[in-house]
């Protein structure tokens, strides 16, 4: 493959990734909506690579190199949670919905109280590549997650926070 037609693929995955949005609604503070464009301008974090197994047969998928994304839980901290009523934000859960369907949960304390939160990304690059729509992006990840197949969400489309009432 030639230097141009590998400068033209990064164009066009770039390009891609740019219309790539994510919407943050429910319960946040300043419900927003992010475009992948503007994981670049922001801090990212970088995950080690991994074998993506199933769940339930924990059979091999495929090898994944290191992705490159923003945290999700600078996400949520930039569309805000509630104050008030005072600690109410700490029953709070964030469900990661892709565009078929497909959802995932976590807990405030989940990510903001372990160690959990600071493995769980949302990726627009995997070996320093930046990822397209045919990848996938943007893709939630939970790097700590024992299996990360049920947490590894391609097509991440929006987060809704949730409070829960007792």
Not at 75 to 99: S, Y
Not at 107 to 114: D, Q, R, V
């Amino acid at each position: 493959m030639s230097d141009a037609s590998d400068v033209h693929s990064h164009a066009v995955a770039l390009e891609t990734t740019a219309r790539a949005v994510i919407s943050l609604e429910g319960d946040f503070l300043r419900p927003l909506t992010v475009d992948l464009a503007e994981f670049r301008e922001q801090p990212n974090v970088v995950a080690d690579p991994f074998d993506l197994r199933c769940y339930t047969t924990n059979r091999f998928i495929r090898s994944v190199d290191t992705y490159r994304g923003v945290l999700l839980k600078d996400l949520i901290m930039k569309a805000g949670l509630r104050p008030e009523p005072k600690g109410e934000f700490k029953r709070t859960v964030f469900i990661a919905v892709a565009h078929d369907g497909y959802a995932v949960t976590f807990s405030w304390h989940e990510l903001f109280n372990t160690p959990v939160g600071e493995r769980v990304i949302v990726a627009h690059e995997c070996g320093g590549r930046a990822l397209s729509t045919e990848d996938g992006v943007p893709i939630l990840f939970s790097g700590a997650d024992i299996l990360p197949a049920p947490r590894h969400v391609k097509r991440l489309v929006r987060i809704v926070a949730r409070v829960l009432t007792v």
